[in-house]
């Protein structure tokens, strides 16, 4: 491997435990393609790790290894069984989940669900698309697959000068898995992320407590995983609001597999339209996609997440029920209690309990970065 030269402040990033180096962090580099490896040194010569780097990005180096091991089908074997360990002890009788979460589970770049016996992968660096075949047989040789689907369609790899695609091997359409005593239609090809987030399942299990003869509307319902597990858990009526007929046509699905579908009515339109006419509700639940994108983004889309619980709020009952979340990073939970605050305008609101991205997305304490998924659980005056 080719040789780059740490600058003190690279220096105090790896030895913290971060896994992204700017130029500024590297004091002297050869020429490197795309996602090519190197061995990271101190300026004594002495090894730091193994990192992949890429010149057309921001990020210009990611570390994979503090140890001087090869990169090879050993090394994503013994990074992926890790992981697996990991989500048997978290969900031991559940048979999806996300097996691998990019700097979490220390693969910066790679993300890895698993439904059943189909994986999932989603690859953002030019690092991890240099490496796709020993991920593939890694794969392949710790899990019996039926099916891999590489949904590479990220927008982050136009920064690392990678094509967008999909490709699926062994998957031919949709299926189901089941997922927390449900059963949901996973899209895989065609459907948002992976085709179901995974991240809320802790959040949709706190839910189930509070909903029980319940009246709750589901904002952004995608493909009906807070309306179902609410209608399981009891709740008396359930209306589930997404603007893409796409989703809504499989939550109907889902909802009808699991003989739900006389307790939930779906609305396509608009949230923030439907809040006009909505009916009131003793629960809400508002999950709406990531609304900041970038730095540059967040005062825009703070002003929609305030318009957003401000409207989801004018409709809940006295005595309610408001779980609010915010899957952008740039909005910290602090920004998010203060967007809720100040979208009360004063009305009481008790905050329950908070809710995080579940567990099989875990948050690597030396990059805040990781942590994304915030909620609230709110009782309202």
Request: positive net charge; glycine residues 8%.
């Amino acid at each position: 491997m080719k040789r780059v030269v740490a600058s003190p402040s690279g220096l105090r990033k790896i030895l913290s435990g971060r896994l992204w180096l700017t130029r500024k962090d590297v004091a002297q580099a050869p020429d490197l393609s795309p996602g090519e490896l190197a061995h990271v040194l101190t300026p004594e010569g002495q090894f730091l790790a193994v990192a992949y780097f890429n010149p057309k990005s921001r990020i210009f180096g990611r570390v994979l290894a503090r140890e001087e091991v090869p990169i090879d089908e050993t090394f994503f074997r013994g990074r992926f069984e890790r992981a697996l360990s990991l989500r048997r002890e978290l969900y031991p009788e559940e048979s999806s989940f996300r097996l691998a979460h990019g700097e979490g589970d220390l693969l910066p770049g790679l993300t890895v669900d698993l439904y059943r016996d189909v994986a999932v992968v989603q690859i953002a660096t030019a690092g991890m698309e240099n490496l796709k075949s020993l991920i593939r047989k890694a794969l392949h040789d710790l899990l019996p697959l039926r099916g891999l689907v590489w949904r590479n369609d990220l927008p982050v790899r136009q920064e690392e000068g990678l094509p967008s695609y999909v490709e699926a091997e062994g998957v031919e359409e949709p299926f189901w898995a089941e997922i927390d005593g449900l059963l949901f239609l996973i899209d895989p090809v065609s459907g948002q992320k992976t085709g179901f987030f995974l991240d809320q399942r802790e959040n949709r299990r706190k839910l189930r407590r509070y909903v029980e003869g319940k009246v709750v509307l589901d904002l952004f319902c995608y493909t009906g995983a807070f309306a179902l597990t609410a209608a399981r858990a009891g709740a008396r009526k359930v209306i589930a609001v997404d603007r893409s007929q796409a989703a809504l046509t499989l939550a109907e699905e889902n909802a009808r597999k699991n003989d739900l579908l006389s307790r939930v009515t779906f609305v396509q339109d608009d949230v923030e339209h439907f809040l006009r006419y909505a009916p009131e509700a003793e629960v809400i639940v508002l999950d709406p996609p990531a609304l900041i994108k970038h730095q540059r983004a967040k005062e825009r889309g703070r002003r929609r997440y305030l318009s957003l619980n401000r409207g989801a709020l004018s409709r809940l009952a006295e005595g309610g029920l408001f779980f609010t979340s915010s899957c952008s990073h740039f909005l910290s939970l602090l920004d998010l209690e203060n967007v809720v605050r100040e979208s009360a305008k004063g009305r009481p609101l008790s905050l329950l309990e908070y809710g995080l991205q579940a567990p099989d997305h875990p948050v690597l304490l030396a990059m805040p970065e990781t942590l994304y998924l915030k909620g609230l659980f709110l009782r309202a005056g």
